[in-house]
């Protein structure tokens, strides 16, 4: 298994431009969210995903859009980069068990800079 | 809402010495998930430990362990003997039932083991 994969590992982007964060993950998770780290600021959640065809808003939705058209793909757009966009994001998924949600595997990250 | 404390932003040991990291969390739940993962300097994201509200006993693994108690909403982790390889940014992460799988981070303790 392959886990959760992420693409590409680096971006440079100039303000205004458009991307997406590609993510997949071979495990059959259901739940899937995308993250942001910025230093002191721990890891906060941008989008999150309970199956396919299902998206919500995390902490920091902002100037990000989501889909989920399978289990195994869920990909993290930017509409209009801006430099606060600057980050790396980090692409999880996981399980609910019947003990409740078990840990969530994250992919290597994307270091993102916008200028 | 959930919050998650780490107000240790950097702890500088040497090597062999014992370190407590400490995370304090707030929930309205009564059952809900603990966690705590790794980062190295690498950056990828690795999975510790999961605890859940109802199990408040202490665990040990190997150098690791850690202390629940829900009296002082607190879920501390201690390495013992510490060494070189231990030096990483540590997040201590919660997840209320009534969230599903979102998970919400502290903002997380660099520890640094210096030889």
């Known amino acids: 298994n392959a886990g959760v994969t992420q693409t590409p590992k680096f971006q440079v982007l100039k303000t205004g431009q458009s991307m997406t964060l590609q993510c997949a993950q071979d495990?059959?998770?259901?739940?899937m969210s995308w993250y942001r780290q910025d230093p002191g600021m721990g890891l906060r959640l941008i989008h999150y995903s309970v199956g396919a065809g299902i998206t919500d808003q995390g902490e920091v939705p902002n100037g990000y859009n989501v889909s989920r058209s399978t289990t195994e793909d869920f990909p993290l757009r930017l509409l209009s980069a801006a430099p606060s966009q600057t980050s790396v994001y980090f692409c999880?998924?996981?399980?609910?068990?019947?003990?409740?949600?078990?840990?969530?595997?994250f992919g290597p990250g994307t270091r993102l800079t916008v200028t | 809402a959930q919050k998650v404390t780490q107000a240790q932003t950097e702890i500088s040991v040497v090597e062999k010495e014992d370190v407590t990291l400490d995370c304090v969390y707030e929930?309205?739940?009564?059952?809900?998930?603990l966690f705590w993962y790794k980062q190295p300097p690498s950056g990828e994201l690795v999975f510790l430990i999961r605890r859940n509200s109802f199990d408040e006993q202490n665990e040990i693994s190997g150098r690791y362990s850690w202390n629940f108690q829900k009296s002082t909403s607190s879920f501390n982790f201690t390495i013992t003997a510490s060494q070189v390889v231990d030096s990483a940014v540590y997040f201590c992460?919660?997840?209320?039932?009534?969230?599903?799988?979102?998970?919400?981070f502290g903002e997380g303790t660099q520890l640094t083991v210096n030889p």
């Open positions: 495990m059959n998770h259901e739940y």
């Open positions: 992460a919660l997840n209320e039932e009534t969230s599903g799988s979102r998970l919400t």
């Open positions: 999880a998924s996981s399980y609910q068990g019947t003990s409740g949600p078990y840990e969530q595997y």
């Open positions: 929930t309205r739940d009564t059952t809900y998930y």
